[in-house]
């Protein structure tokens, strides 16, 4: 009889995670989407996403802002690859831009990734809430007639251009394309370049953060199962299981059709997530 209770357990288990692990394929292929679609990137949906499922878990404690971040930066390792490639093959992607800009994202990269480890969760979550409204309003109300620029900075304004998008982004756990794409916008930059391009910077500042914040050191009470350093393996997982498919689509949409309404509701959902993670930070 004692033989199973520990599979009795395990189902009762995997019973009442299903509705999280639902979720979470539903939010992995919405991020996905946005990633190709958009340029805004995956991590801009799934940093609250992980933030209130890891706290519904109970895992929300000290930590709980630095386990978003990584897990989501993880799962653009591989959104923005996909995202990438898709917008290559259309011949969309600047990569002279990015290879001129790359250094200065990956030293950035480096810094947020420091600059995580030393402040508290709260900290991150306040950054989150108010970059997440300002980024919401510029989806929202954003005119991409707007120019300050005939072309994006060369030089020692370029590198620190660069690395304060690496270390903004990943600070709030994001592809860099959510600051990358205005950037370039502003710079004169066509919508549809600006988004493929901004979908190389997520790999660029991505695969070197993600892997160093796997060497971040947590106490083990904080971490969910399966947690290596600060990124969550099952999160990741279930996550690029959909991203991985719907990437690709969101950059043949981004393509064929006006991505202006979906950018307005998407702005709406996402100034408001942001409030609301301000709310529960202040009251």
Known sequence: MSDWVLPEKMMSELVSYAPIIVMMLAIGAFAGVLAGLLGVGGGIVLVPAFFYTFTALGYGGPYVMQLCVATSLATI????????????KRGAVDWALLKRLSPGIVV????????????????????????GVVIGLYLGFGNPDWKLADDMPHGAKGAGLSGLIGMLSVLLGIGGGSLAVPTMSLAGYPIHRAVATGSGFGVVLAVPSAISFMFLEIPPEYLPPMTIGAVNIPAFLIVIAMTIFTAPLGARLAHSMDPKPLRRVFAVFLVLVALNMLRELLF
């Open 108 to 131: 950035g990269s480096f810094v947020g990734v420091a600059v995580a480890s030393a402040v508290e969760s709260a900290a991150l979550q306040a950054l989150f809430g108010v970059l």
């Open 77 to 88: 390792v591989v959104t923005s690859l996909r995202s990438a490639a898709s917008h290559h």
